[in-house]
């Protein structure tokens, strides 16, 4: 069964690295999605992307998040100078075309900022 | 604006019972999705069931079925003869295509933890 894979499944850096978190969707869907998710708390949208642009973005995809799709298989999440308050699960999620179809979740990456 | 309630934040249920996770929500728009997503403790999100806002018949899979009552606008998912593997966040969410990249938007969620 064709799923969403995600790399690297953990992630510790340092205040003020930067990070790219990588995602690979499911080969044949057109809508591509990051979501993050504070220890305990509710996933949060970040931003959605279709056709090589971003879609819609939440309040939290500031200057410091950019989104990447490079070679027409992966889907990057960027964030620059990172903060301790990143440190979260960072969900990568596909869907197909049409807007009733699910999103499909990758298992997601856990990102610890010291 | 889109808004996703869930109202149990956390249930204990005896194995093999029924249990109900309730769901309601807001939207002004006439078409919609809305979904039930499990999280496990390793924290992956798993898709369970899907339903549309056109759909007369409540969406079913295995032992999952979603109650659609759209006038009262609640989607609360029934987990039938549940088991000890059930034990896990439980997230409801919406999704309004009002355009072709339409994000989901998750409610605050429920904690399922079910008792041998």
């Known amino acids: 069964e064709p799923e969403v894979t995600q790399t690297p499944s953990h992630q510790v850096t340092q205040m003020g690295q930067e990070v790219i978190l990588r995602c690979v969707p499911i080969s044949n869907h057109l809508y591509f999605y990051w979501y993050r998710q504070i220890l305990g708390q509710k996933v949060e949208f970040l931003v959605s992307f279709y056709n090589n642009e971003i879609s819609e973005k939440s309040e939290i995809f500031d200057d410091q998040f950019s989104v990447e799709r490079p070679d027409g298989s992966n889907f990057t999440l960027k964030i620059r100078s990172t903060k301790l308050e990143d440190s979260a699960m960072y969900f990568c999620a596909s869907s197909g075309e049409g807007a009733w179809t699910e999103a499909f979740f990758g298992q997601g990456t856990r990102l610890t900022v010291v | 604006a889109q808004k996703i309630t869930q109202t149990q934040p956390g249930m204990f249920v005896q194995e093999k019972e029924a249990v109900t996770l309730d769901c309601t929500y807001d939207t002004s728009d006439q078409s919609y999705g809305l979904f039930w997503y499990k999280q496990p403790s390793s924290g992956e999100m798993i898709f369970l069931i899907y339903?549309?806002?056109?759909?007369?018949q409540n969406a079913t899979e295995g032992r999952y079925s979603l109650n659609f009552q759209k006038a009262r606008k609640s989607a609360n998912l029934v987990i039938s003869a549940s088991q000890l593997g059930d034990s896990a966040m439980y997230f409801c969410a919406m999704r309004e295509p009002y355009s072709s990249a339409s994000k989901i938007i998750f409610g605050s969620g429920t904690r399922l933890s079910i008792r041998p």
């Open positions: 339903q549309g806002s056109y759909d007369e």
